[in-house]
């Protein structure tokens, strides 16, 4: 069974602060995806990385996928309060087809 | 060109009856996945269809599920003799090709109270 293990699970930072949210599993990904999510709607999904080292940028968001694709982070600089939300990553194992396993889930809060 | 619909937003069934959850994937996309959303618990892959085909069930508990994207119309999640454990947000997502490497497009899901 492939798990992918989230932290911090809760972060709450002050507006203009800097943050990073990781993502970790002993076990390969063939693609990792990053999504947020809204209470009372479903993930929307913020990138997608399939290489092996990559990195995206996104705005003030950055992602970056592992080089040996068991591991992503997520780097958001200078956060604001419409940051706020549940940051979801989310693997396609190299065996499970097409098969989501998602992360715990990051709960983030960004006070003004 | 509207996302992923589903309906209804919100469900309330009785011990004992069927729940049917329905979807309708984005315009072109002919791959839907459906996830489970247990309360304080992470989103947990039900299913994946194509029309008139099931991909992968793996994930769909043995009895009372079932799952179904016929020729024409949406894609059906079906629930009979739901019990209070069923009680979750149900999320369909949908993609143009079978694969995460393009991404999902989740929709808003069904939130399924059994009282």
């Known amino acids: 069974t492939q798990l992918l293990e989230q932290s911090p699970q809760f972060l709450s930072i002050q507006e203009g602060e800097n943050l990073t949210v990781y993502c970790n599993s002993s076990?390969?990904?063939?693609?990792l995806q990053w999504y947020r999510q809204e209470p009372g709607e479903g993930p929307v999904l913020l990138v997608t990385v399939v290489t092996g080292g990559e990195v995206k940028k996104l705005k003030r968001l950055t992602f970056q996928f592992g080089d040996a694709r068991k591991d992503s982070s997520l780097h958001i600089t200078a956060a604001q309060p419409g940051d706020t939300g549940l940051y979801l990553c989310?693997?396609?194992?190299?065996?499970?087809?097409?098969?989501?396993?998602f992360g715990e889930g990051t709960q983030l809060t960004v006070n003004p | 060109n509207a996302g992923v619909m589903q309906n209804p937003r919100h469900l309330v069934r009785r011990r004992g009856q069927e729940a049917r959850l329905r979807c309708s994937p984005m315009k072109g996309h002919s791959h839907v996945y459906w996830y489970r959303q247990l309360p304080e618990e992470g989103l947990k892959f039900m299913v994946y269809l194509q029309k008139e085909n099931i991909i992968d069930e793996s994930g769909m508990p043995k009895e009372r599920f079932s799952a179904e994207f016929p020729k024409e119309g949406p894609s059906i999640l079906r629930i009979q003799q739901v019990v209070r454990g069923d009680s979750a947000a149900y999320f369909c997502?949908?993609?143009?090709?079978?694969?995460?490497?393009?991404?999902?497009?989740f929709g808003s899901g069904t939130r399924l109270t059994v009282v």
């Open positions: 076990s390969v990904f063939s693609s």
């Open positions: 989310a693997g396609e194992g190299e065996t499970s087809g097409s098969r989501l396993t």
């Open positions: 997502a949908s993609s143009p090709i079978g694969t995460g490497g393009y991404g999902y497009t």
